[in-house]
């Protein structure tokens, strides 16, 4: 059973421009910033989902014992995001820098998972894993 963490509170109309502005206009603004939080939100919940793919692609790696990382595979990735991102009228740059801090998470993840599967295998060559 996953256990669920008890969510911070969190106040949507917390503002250090509460009582400083005309209140039309922060009814407006906390409105605007209550869609990016969602979109925020659907954020996490994506990017977690993304990075239980990429723990599978991790275990398969280290089971087949393929490098961490796989730079061509990177770099088309990033050539894509880039264009993604252009399309979509967002800056490219950023685009690159978002996957690449990503990319590099996976990386760390992928290299712990080789580490931890070389510890359970260590002593047994590849033969003696019936997983291999």
């Known amino acids: 059973m996953s256990q669920q963490s008890t969510p911070s509170p969190y106040d949507p109309s917390a503002s250090s421009l509460q009582g400083e ?22 954020l ?3 990017l977690a989902e993304r990075f239980k793919s990429t723990q599978r692609v ?8 393929l490098p961490a990382s796989d730079p061509n595979r990177e770099a088309s990735q990033i050539e894509r995001l880039r264009s993604l991102a252009s399309d ?9 820098k978002f996957l690449n801090f990503v990319i590099e998470e996976v990386i760390r993840h992928h290299e712990a998972i080789s580490e931890t599967h070389s510890a359970e295998t260590d002593g047994a060559g590849p033969e003696a894993d019936p997983r291999s």
């Open 88 to 96: 979509a009228h967002l800056d490219p740059v950023f685009a690159e």
């Open 44 to 46: 996490v919940y994506l």
């Open 21 to 42: 502005v005309d209140p039309e206009v922060m009814q407006e603004l906390l409105r605007l910033r209550g869609s990016i939080d969602n979109f925020d939100a659907t």
């Open 58 to 65: 991790g275990w398969l790696k280290a089971r087949h014992r």
